[in-house]
C-alpha cells in the first residue's frame, strides 16, 4: 500500500512569488491534513480537509489556501511568498471515522526556500 | 487553547542509558495522546500513543503512560540504541477535535 506521497520534495521560490504543494494521501483515507514545520520549531498545523470540505484552519493567514479533489488529494497554494515562509510543508492523512484516537500518516513533505 | 509542552533540547546520551522526554499537555476533556519520531531525512511516523487515562503506549522498547492527574505522557527507553538517533514529537488530539497539536520537538542523538 503506497502511503502519503507529496511534490515537489524540494523548491525555491523568490519573494513575492506563489507556490502549489499536492499531496496523495493513503488509498482509503478521506481526511488530509496540512503542517508548516519551520526551521528548528515545531509542527504548526495549517489546514484541515475532508470529504472535500475546509473544516479547520489554523493560525495563518489568508495567502496560505488550499482544497481537496474528489479523488482525496489535496492542494496548499501560498501567494505572496515571504521570506519566513521558507519551511518543510507536511501533509498527512487519516482513515475516516477513526475520529480523535487516529493515527495521522505524514508524507516525506515539500521542502520550501524563499530568496 | 490545546498545547503540548516537551522537555527542551537537543539530548545527548550513551548507547545503552536510559532515556525519558517529558512532556506535558493542557487540553480540555480526555484528549488523546501521541508520540512521534522523525528519522533523519524522512518524514514524521507514530511511535505509540494512549487513548484513555491510565492507558499505556509501547513499541520498540519505548514506553509512555497517560497521566490525567500531572496532565504527562513521558516517553520513556530502557537502553537506547544509536538508530534511536531522532526527533521525537509528543501531541495531542483534542476530545471531539481532529487535528494534533504537537510539541516543539526534542532532538535525541545516541552516541556508540
Known amino acids: 500500500e503506497a502511503g502519503v506521497t507529496q511534490s515537489p520534495t524540494h523548491l525555491i521560490k523568490t519573494r513575492g512569488q506563489q507556490v502549489t504543494l499536492r499531496c496523495s494521501p493513503i488509498?482509503?483515507?478521506?481526511?488530509v491534513y496540512w503542517y508548516q514545520q519551520a526551521l528548528g520549531l515545531g509542527l504548526q498545523f495549517l489546514l484541515w480537509?475532508?470529504?472535500?470540505?475546509?473544516?479547520n484552519r489554523g493560525n495563518f493567514p489568508p495567502r496560505f489556501s488550499g482544497r481537496q479533489f474528489p479523488n482525496y488529494s489535496s492542494e496548499l497554494n501560498v501567494n505572496a511568498l515571504e521570506l519566513e515562509d521558507s519551511a518543510l510543508y507536511l501533509c498527512?492523512?487519516?482513515?475516516?471515522?477513526?475520529?480523535?484516537?487516529?493515527?495521522?500518516?505524514f508524507g516525506e513533505g515539500s521542502r520550501l526556500t524563499v530568496l | 487553547g490545546d498545547s503540548v509542552t516537551q522537555m527542551e533540547g537537543p539530548v545527548t546520551l550513551s548507547e545503552e542509558a536510559f532515556l525519558t522526554i517529558n512532556c506535558t499537555y493542557t487540553a480540555t476533556g480526555y484528549p488523546s495522546l501521541f508520540w512521534y519520531v522523525q528519522y533523519p531525512g524522512e518524514g514524521l511516523q507514530l511511535l505509540l500513543k494512549?487513548?484513555?487515562?491510565?492507558d499505556k503506549g509501547s513499541n520498540k522498547g519505548f514506553e509512555a503512560t497517560y497521566r490525567k492527574e500531572t496532565t504527562s505522557f513521558h516517553l520513556e527507553k530502557g537502553s537506547v540504541q544509536v538508530s534511536d538517533s531522532a526527533v521525537y514529537f509528543c501531541?495531542?488530539?483534542?476530545?471531539?477535535?481532529?487535528?494534533?497539536?504537537f510539541g516543539q520537538g526534542t532532538r535525541l542523538t545516541i552516541n556508540p
Open positions: 488509498s482509503g483515507h478521506t481526511s
Open positions: 494512549a487513548t484513555k487515562a491510565d
Open positions: 498527512a492523512s487519516r482513515k475516516a471515522g477513526t475520529g480523535n484516537t487516529g493515527e495521522l500518516f
Open positions: 501531541a495531542l488530539s483534542a476530545q471531539g477535535a481532529q487535528k494534533l497539536v
Open positions: 480537509y475532508d470529504e472535500g470540505e475546509e473544516r
